[in-house]
């Protein structure tokens, strides 16, 4: 049984009907056209066929999209304008990040030693240095050579006790004949004390014999323990796998 009325063919007889055209998505559209879509939907709403709420409220959110679209393309147009526009001269002139600096913590320790020791100097030099009078400084030096003068007649005395004398004892004296016996006479019968005998060792003022040196090691007077490798170990440690035959 068929139908009274007959369905009105939008197509040709035997072949499928046109596709429709899909709108292109606010997302791909470019600024001219959002504009124009967006003053389409401006006269839309003030007209009176947009009387369905919901419908109002789809354009209403369309033309937020279109803005924040719009927005985003002249952002973009802006910057690329700019970058056109844009010439490098020279790097000085150019509004860039100056490179970071890599400052060691070596330098950056010796950088606090040294500002460390510039506030006590300072806080050094705010005392005041002791000084010595001119009189203190020649009683002194007066002390010292007096000192000399006393170790070097001792050591005189000593000499003439354990020097055969003769009959010039000197050039500047001339002894006579019963100092000389008499001299002779005491120069023989002498009997050298141990005092006397170090007395004639004349490296005395030699630093380097006044201790004794009882070691094999060659330090003079000085009992020196050199440390343990073993009780180093907690305080310095070396990774020997990153040893290299050319390390040293």
Do not use: C
């Amino acid at each position: 049984m068929t139908s009274k009325f007959k369905s009105k063919q939008t197509s040709l007889p035997g072949m499928r009907p046109f596709p429709r055209e899909m709108p292109v998505p606010i997302e791909e559209m470019k600024a001219d056209d959002l504009r124009t879509l967006y003053r389409k939907n401006e006269d839309v709403l003030r007209t009176l066929a947009a009387s369905s709420s919901s419908f109002v409220e789809r354009l209403e959110a369309n033309q937020a999209k279109i803005k924040a679209r719009l927005t985003e393309i002249e952002g973009i147009e802006n910057i690329q304008h700019r970058m056109r526009r844009a010439t490098i001269s020279e790097d000085d002139q150019m509004a860039v990040d100056k490179p970071e600096v890599l400052v060691s913590r070596t330098f950056l320790v010796k950088q606090q030693a040294v500002a460390a020791w510039g506030k006590a100097s300072q806080n050094r030099s705010k005392h005041k240095t002791g000084t010595m009078s001119l009189e203190d400084a020649i009683a002194i030096e007066q002390r010292q050579i007096a000192v000399e003068q006393e170790r070097r007649a001792r050591v005189l005395e000593r000499r003439e006790m354990l020097t055969m004398p003769s009959p010039l004892h000197g050039l500047e004296t001339i002894m006579s004949r019963k100092e000389y016996e008499a001299k002779v006479w005491a120069f023989m019968n002498y009997k050298p004390t141990d005092s006397d005998l170090e007395g004639e060792d004349d490296d005395d003022d030699d630093p380097s014999t006044w201790f004794e040196d009882d070691q094999d090691d060659g330090v003079k007077g000085q009992d020196i323990v050199y440390p343990d490798p073993e009780d180093l170990t907690d305080i310095i440690r070396l990774d020997e796998s990153k040893f290299h035959y050319d390390t040293f």
